[in-house]
């Protein structure tokens, strides 16, 4: 059977635009850093913590005020760095953050990670750049 000319075009044409998908979907993937903890005394201190609503594009204290309450502790901002009462573990830091990811940041239907959160009233929800979708957030 010969090839023509035409079908290779075609073939072509379609890979680089799958190709081009490829690349879309993986930049639309967040990579979260690893959370940088070390105690000073009976305090945590989260060094990278800026890093995280930075990325996300929350605001830094909705983001404490989570991290605190789950932790049942106290926290406050410093420069780049987060300071909570008691000495928490990396692991519990990790968990969270990725249940915040997963609450707050990652569109439900189409998974993105591009959103951002609306307030009307009472009410908030997380409106997705990447496919439009806007969905109740329990506050
Ligand atoms: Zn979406």
Same mark, same amino acid.
């Given at each position: 059977m010969e090839v023509s000319e035409e079908y290779l075009e075609l073939l072509h044409r379609l890979r680089s635009r799958l190709g081009k998908a490829g690349i879309k979907s993986s930049t639309a993937r967040l990579e979260l850093p690893e959370p940088q903890i070390m105690w000073i005394g009976s305090k945590t201190i989260f060094?990278?913590?800026?890093d995280f609503p930075r990325l996300i594009r929350r605001e830094p204290n909705r983001l404490l005020m989570f991290l605190a309450k789950e932790l049942a502790t106290a926290a406050s901002l410093d420069g780049e760095r987060a300071i909570f009462i008691g000495r928490k573990d990396k692991g519990s830091f990790s968990a969270l953050l990725n249940r915040y990811m997963k609450d /707050?940041? /990652?569109?439900?239907? %189409?998974?993105?990670?591009?959103t951002h959160i609306e307030r009307a009233k009472r009410l908030q929800f997380m409106v997705c750049?990447? %496919?439009g979708a806007r969905s109740s957030l329990r506050s």
């Open positions: 060094r990278n913590y800026m /707050f940041v /990652f569109c439900p239907v %189409c998974g993105s990670p591009d750049e990447a %496919c």
